[in-house]
């Protein structure tokens, strides 16, 4: 049970002597926001290791790529512009974990079955490309995503790149949300202010508490109606969006 009574109390930004916001940016999460993934983390190790023969089974796999991403992970920032370079070592990793020589060809057939399968796993919401059409006419757009440079071609296949003046992620900021580093970069690119922005994500601690830490307004995405206690301003689709921000 989430307590509203712990959490900071909505601040919604005001022209002087008026009701309606001062609001040019609206930044947006990506994953479980815009976009979700319709087969789990299991499910795609398991056809892998089907599909390239691996002869291990799954909870080896996802042992030894849990272990490998805990040393690997906190080193993607240094990788910025050879994606492919940290997929190899990290697929080299793997094999050795789980008693597999890591030939190059092997860890590359890995990084292309990824590559291939992820158009038929990744999704756009249903709502997200019109809520986008719709914000774009008024609003500046932005991204501020907990990602890999991956993310940029990601949102040209599923059509949404082109709603967004910026993008920003965290391996080129070097800080993941909620550290304010990321939120700031994003502001600066947008040449927004703080308090002309609005955050909209589908994270409490992620998005909402890190865009409240920089002075931006934050929405809640809450698809399943998990918090309905959340004191932050909240809706359940894209769809909402423009409704919720016309009433401010």
């Not at 691996?54 to 040393?71: F, N």
């Amino acid at each position: 049970m989430i307590h509203a009574g712990l959490w900071p109390t909505v601040q919604v930004p005001r022209e002087e002597g008026q009701g309606i916001p001062r609001f040019e940016t609206i930044f947006f999460d990506v994953g479980d926001t815009l976009i979700y993934a319709s087969a789990s983390t299991p499910a795609l190790f398991d056809r892998l290791i089907a599909d390239l023969r691996l002869g291990i089974d799954l909870a080896a796999y996802t042992t030894a790529h849990e272990e490998v991403a805990r040393v690997f992970s906190p080193r993607v920032y240094d990788y910025l512009g050879r994606r492919q370079e940290f997929w190899m070592d990290f697929n080299r990793r793997l094999l050795a974990k789980v008693g597999i020589d890591p030939k190059d060809h092997l860890a590359r057939a890995i990084n292309e079955w990824f590559q291939a399968v992820e158009p038929e796993v990744l999704h756009a919401f249903p709502e997200s490309a019109e809520a986008l059409e719709e914000l774009a006419k008024d609003f500046r757009l932005g991204v501020i995503s907990n990602a890999t440079e991956e993310l940029t071609d990601r949102l040209e296949r599923l059509g949404l790149r082109r709603y967004f003046a910026s993008i920003t992620f965290s391996q080129e900021a070097r800080a993941e949300k909620p550290d304010p580093a990321v939120f700031r970069l994003a502001l600066q690119r947008a040449g927004s202010r703080p308090e002309e922005a609005v955050h909209v994500g589908n994270d409490y601690e992620a998005d909402v508490v890190g865009a409240r830490g920089v002075g931006m307004l934050p929405v809640l995405i809450d698809r399943s109606d998990a918090f309905p206690e959340a004191d932050c301003l909240r809706i359940r689709t894209l769809k909402e969006l423009i409704p919720l921000l016309q009433r401010l």
